[in-house]
């Protein structure tokens, strides 16, 4: 009997061939297709084709030995080979991480209200906010690039910070009542809004951004005319809401600066 006639092997070689095709395209993972996003997220296509490959080798059955253990052998060597990159690469990481860490911190220590001050001026408070601005600009740039405890270490600070300035613009709002009706107040009250505006856009943006990544990257893996078709009709709707986003973030700047200028002339 011919080895083609007897379906055992028929069955067993079809699936050496699916698996070889799968490492393949795994193996197109640790390539330059995602060496453009951040060093914590840049291997997850890579680790989540990892994982259904090795659960192709638990399901397909029959699988000869000898392919099963060439196949096997290719698989694991590449998994480690990305592991010691991966590895080496957070070493790097870790120590950018702290000159980012270092660099927010001083930011927001700019961004510290004087100690004592029972009504501090609101020209203060404006000056003091846009330091406090410019560090969560700066993590928010950065926050890809930095390990998660030192990510978390300055999220606490700026919040902690935060808080002290709501507590003292609400002391100046105590103290002026008669303001809340003026101007000043409802430049306060619009930059309060639009700032949570933009952080909300721009975590939206961010979450928009990695889909766009994992698109890509499956384009880039799949051989399934009719999945890539659906992906790339997928991929135009997201880049279309990114750019939607980005011109909305655009906008929410345009007019924080214009209420910043109002609240540091008034």
Known sequence: ??????????????????????????????????????????YQDFWNKAKQITGLFRELKPLAKSDRDLLWKRFNDLCRDVKEKQKAEYGTLESLSQQHLDEIMKLADLAQLPHGAKSPDIHLLVEHGQALKNAGDTLGRYKHAMIAKHKKACFDMIQGIR??????????????????????????????????????????????????????????????????VKAKMQLAETEARIRDIEEGIRRLEKWIAEDEKNLKES
């Open 1 to 42: 009997m011919k080895p083609e006639d007897d379906p055992w092997l028929r069955e067993a070689h079809a699936h050496a061939e699916l698996l070889d095709r799968e490492i393949k395209n795994l193996s197109a993972l640790t390539g330059p297709i995602r060496e453009d996003r951040p060093i914590v997220t840049k």
């Open 163 to 228: 808080k002290t300035h709501d507590a003292a613009w609400e002391s100046v709002h105590a103290v002026k009542p008669k303001q809340q009706t003026g101007p000043k107040f409802r430049a306060r009250k619009n930059l309060e809004a639009n700032y949570e505006r933009r952080r909300k856009a721009e975590n939206a943006l961010e979450n928009f951004q990695i889909g766009r990544g994992h698109i890509r990257a499956f384009l880039a893996s799949s051989e399934d005319p009719e999945k890539i």
